[in-house]
């Protein structure tokens, strides 16, 4: 934690004694003072971001189980995510199997964790040429059984040596990146009795899967 907020917050300095010496100049620099100060506020922000994070790591929000639509919650990340997709070029196939029954689940968790597996697959695409990404989210499901979510992508993928660490919390490759999006999706799935676990993707990349129990009725 404090590697992550000191970052920002060393930013943060060398952006004030930059826009200081700006402002000292004769005549003073007001653009380029103005960017320095634009830059504190984005490293600011970001220190924010890391604990208010941090925060919900720490004390995952109670759930607020409902009938859950497996379909009508994948569309609606599916549209969320669409224009970043777009912009990369990537393409997307959706399988769910008919009949699906309803999942009693937290319907904005489960999509938290389904959007951030998503952005991580963009991310991991990001080196590829327009048209090369692809993206695949697939549900599987048998009577009886818990239904299994897979995201898959043709990415960088995850050295084996990762496979574990990744859930982590704190755990990152990304520059910019805060390495808490699977330490929490991990803490959502086994708050509603499933599990979470990745696998290297068929065609490279990697492939994030998630099962929900479904409910005994
Ligand atoms: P962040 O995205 O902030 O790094 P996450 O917890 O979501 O945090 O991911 C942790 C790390 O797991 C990433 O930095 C990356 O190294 C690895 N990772 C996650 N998803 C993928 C993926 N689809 N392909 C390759 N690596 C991934």
Known sequence: ????????????VTSGN????WLANEPANLPKARQAIERMIGDANRASDVIVHVRALAKPASTQKEWVSVADAVAEIVSLAHSEMNQQGVTLTVEIPDGLPPLLA?????????LNMMLNAMDAMSGHEPGQGQLQVVVDWRAGSDVRFSVSD???????????????A????K???????????????????????????????ATFHFTLPTAKM
């Open 170 to 173: 704190f755990y990152t490759t």
């Open 106 to 114: 937290d319907r904005v968790q489960i999509q938290q964790v389904l």
């Open 18 to 21: 930059a826009g200081l010496r």
């Open 154 to 168: 043709n990415g960088i993928g995850v050295p084996a040596e990762h496979l574990e660490r990744i859930f982590d």
């Open 1 to 12: 934690i404090a590697h992550e907020v000191n970052q920002p917050l060393a930013a943060i």
């Open 175 to 205: 520059e910019q990146g805060m390495g808490i999006g699977l330490a929490i999706s991990r803490s959502i799935i086994e708050a509603h009795g499933g599990r979470i676990w990745v696998t290297p993707g068929e065609q490279g990349g």
